[in-house]
């Protein structure tokens, strides 16, 4: 009985996530289409002053209005989320890469070598990533690509210790053992042994860290840090609207809806993952 029930909540879990799932993508989906179709959907240049009345209300040929230097917000919006989409998307694939690839070659190796990449890679990890970030853009001057670049040195660690983690948890199966004992090389383990055991977890941490990336590069923008006037980034436009927002709500509305349903769309996406095959988190 107690088996029966388990089960079924599972299943009811596991229902929920595979939902979650679908509706993160849609979510991601539509911003991702609606940012790449910008030219097409918003047909003026987002820097463009002048091209409407000064702060205008939604409405007529600027369906989000217009800025304090009379921009077309909805192109600058559309464009922002281009912006925003692409070089964080960019930034996140490489943090990908390098930290799987780091933490592979330290769970594969030594005993003494995987001790020492086990404290780097911990010690990096507790180190808070935003003071990094802010250190780096103190060097380099504030810029959109410098505080990617600062996410850069520091963001690839979780994905370093999860794949160090799930390589020695994968050697360690008699499977591995078994073809370790038969003369398997450490490549032939990697491909076998390894990858199909990297893939989901990766996948639910990148989506995850992919959002948290998102909102710390918006909220780095807003506070003046990363993109720099007339840049078209939704961060970026929040910063600009603090001093008209209660008179005209459609400044903040639009960026802040952005960042708001891409974050959850890749929480959704992490979450939906996390669950959707065994009805519980994998963490």
Same mark, same amino acid.
């Given at each position: ?6 089960r079924?909540s599972?299943?009811r +879990?596991?229902g ?6 679908? *509706?993160?993508?849609?979510l @991601?989906g ?7 179709a !910008? ?6 240049? &987002?820097t463009?002053?002048?091209?409407? &009345?000064? $702060?205008?209300?939604?409405?007529? *040929?600027h ?6 230097f009379g921009?077309?917000y ?9 912006q925003?989409? @692409? @070089?964080?998307?960019?930034t996140m ?5 390098i ?12 005993p003494?070598?995987?001790?020492l990449g ?9 180190? &808070? ?5 802010? +250190? ?9 690509t ?10 690839? *660690?979780?994905?370093?210790?999860l794949?160090?983690s799930?390589?020695?948890?994968? $050697?360690?199966e008699?499977?591995a053992?078994?073809?370790? !004992?038969?003369g ?5 383990l ?12 990766l ?5 995850v860290? *992919? ?5 710390t590069?918006?909220? $780095?923008?807003f ?8 840049t ?12 008209a927002?209660?008179?005209? &709500?459609h400044?903040?509305l639009?960026?802040?809806? !952005? ?6 769309a $890749? ?5 939906g993952c !996390? ?6 988190p994998?963490?």
């Open positions: 009985m107690t088996a029966t029930v388990l079924a599972r299943m +879990a596991g929920r996530g595979r939902s979650l799932l679908a *509706a993160g993508t849609v @991601l539509l911003v991702v289409l609606v940012s790449l !910008a030219p097409l959907l918003a047909g003026y240049d &987002p463009a002053q002048q091209v409407g &009345p000064r $702060l205008a209300a939604p409405g007529g *040929a369906w989000l209005g217009t800025d304090r921009r077309d909805a192109s600058r919006v559309l464009h922002g989320g281009r925003t989409l @692409l @070089l964080t998307g960019a694939l490489t943090i990908i890469v930290g799987t690839v780091l933490g592979a070659a330290v769970g594969i190796a030594g003494r070598l995987d001790d086990r404290r780097v890679i911990d010690t990096v990890v507790a180190f &808070p990533a935003v003071i990094v970030i802010l +250190a780096f853009v103190g060097l380099r001057g504030p810029s959109l410098t505080v990617l670049g600062g996410a850069l040195l520091v963001w690839w *660690a979780p994905f370093a210790r794949s160090r799930l390589v020695r948890s994968a $050697l360690a008699p499977s053992v078994a073809a370790r !004992a038969l398997a090389s450490r490549g032939h990697l491909r076998t042994e390894v990858r199909p055991r990297l893939v989901g977890p996948g639910v941490l990148a989506a860290e *992919a959002g948290q990336l998102i909102a590069v918006a909220g $780095l923008s506070l003046g840090m990363g993109a720099q006037p007339p078209a980034e939704w961060g970026a436009m929040l910063a600009e609207a603090r001093g927002a209660l008179a005209h &709500p400044l903040v639009g960026p802040g809806l !952005a960042v708001l349903v891409t974050v959850l $890749l929480t959704c996406i992490g979450e !996390a669950t959707s095959s065994t009805g519980r994998r963490w």
